[in-house]
């Protein structure tokens, strides 16, 4: 049987999560910014209950397309709000949109959603080596910075928790215990590329 986080439990779901996409660097401005709008609708609630949620979140928010969701006007949030695949909370739609923008913004001014966020780790995800998931923080100082240069940006349901919590989800700290099966699997994702040395 197969070791792994002990956070992701028996549910098939939550482990399909956990062995395929949580830890593994996303460079998709698409992706990062559905990673984004996730986690803060995930804000007093559990991870789990968002997944299960993911694929009407994805028909609700047009594929997560924040060129579309920046634009999103009074009948979208109204439809949304009507929509019971998702978290029905107008603060956190509300955000969704007014993130969109802000991703927008993000772009004019370094090109890339993926550009601005990685550059916090020099683009080289962390590599921790945690022996349990009670060594885990809920946050640290990179995630400070991240957060409070978000809200700056106008971005809400960024606190310094979510964005710990999304820099795991995405790669940017490979934060699997080491005696997880896919911590190695997940480091040796992050090395660099010698196929190509001169």
Known sequence: MKNRCTWCG??????AYHDNEWGVPVHDDRLLFEFLVLEGAQAGLSWLTILRKRENYRKAFHGFDYNRIAHYADKDVNRLLADAGIVRNRLKIGSAIKNAQGVLDIQEQYGSLDAYLWR???GVPK????KSMADIPANTKLSDAMSKDLKKRGFNFVGST????????????????IDCFRYKQVMQLTQPDTSETQ
Do not use: E, K, R
Request: charged residues 10%.
């Open 10 to 15: 028996n549910d098939p779901l939550y482990m």
């Open 120 to 122: 916090y780790v020099d």
């Open 127 to 130: 590599q921790n080596a945690w």
């Open 162 to 177: 979510i964005c710990y919590a999304f820099m795991q989800a995405v790669g940017m700290v490979n934060d699997h215990t």
